[in-house]
């Protein structure tokens, strides 16, 4: 969970790593104040993902749900391997197509949370939303969870860092 790769949250299958530019600034932000907690764990950063996943189900806004395949899109990859997020259980015409582009997104993450480790010198947690129109929906002003995703790391920032914090290792 740090810099550019927390920024891709919201890729897609056609529009490979676009995002929207106050969401970018809010995650780049939060990232800055994680690179200073020294110490800091792969168990804690998960911990932080999963605490940005549960709002955004059962947030203020929520992740908009037609028949559920941008929310069970949801994933985190770290750069030890481990992966993680919702069943990803697609259903309906492009269940498919939408199956695929998990599985390759999550892929492309993985490698680029490794890569991430190695420059940045610890643990990297990458997480987001796998279905191609995600970045659509987030952006969606008619949508009923318009924003979701922003609102969600901006409401627990202090939560966030409090739970990396607590989780850090001291050297």
């Keep these: 969970m740090a810099n550019k790769a927390f920024n891709k949250f919201l890729n897609t299958a056609s529009e ?3 995002t929207d530019r106050e969401l970018q600034n809010i995650v ?3 990232n800055e104040e994680i690179k200073k907690i020294k110490g800091r764990t792969q ?3 998960i911990k932080a993902v999963n605490l940005i996943h549960q709002e955004t189900e059962k947030g203020s806004v929520r992740v908009p749900v037609d028949l559920g395949n941008l929310k069970h899109s949801w994933f985190w990859v770290t750069a030890r391997g481990r992966i993680g997020g919702s069943t990803a259980k697609f259903v309906g015409k492009k269940a ?4 695929a ?3 390759s997104l999550k892929t492309e993450m993985l490698g680029e949370a490794k890569s991430l480790a190695i420059q940045y010198k610890g643990p990297f947690v990458i997480a987001g939303y796998s279905a191609n129109y995600a970045l659509w929906v987030h952006e969606m002003m008619e949508s009923k969870g318009y924003k979701w995703f922003e ?3 901006k409401s627990k920032q202090a939560e966030i860092l409090k739970i990396i914090q607590d989780n850090a290792k001291i050297k």
């Excluded at 498919?96 to 199956?99: E, H, S």
């Design 16 to 18: 490979r790593h676009r």
């Design 28 to 30: 780049y932000n939060l």
């Design 43 to 45: 168990a804690g950063l």
């Design 96 to 99: 498919g197509r939408l199956a």
């Design 101 to 103: 582009g998990h599985a």
């Design 151 to 153: 609102i969600a790391i």
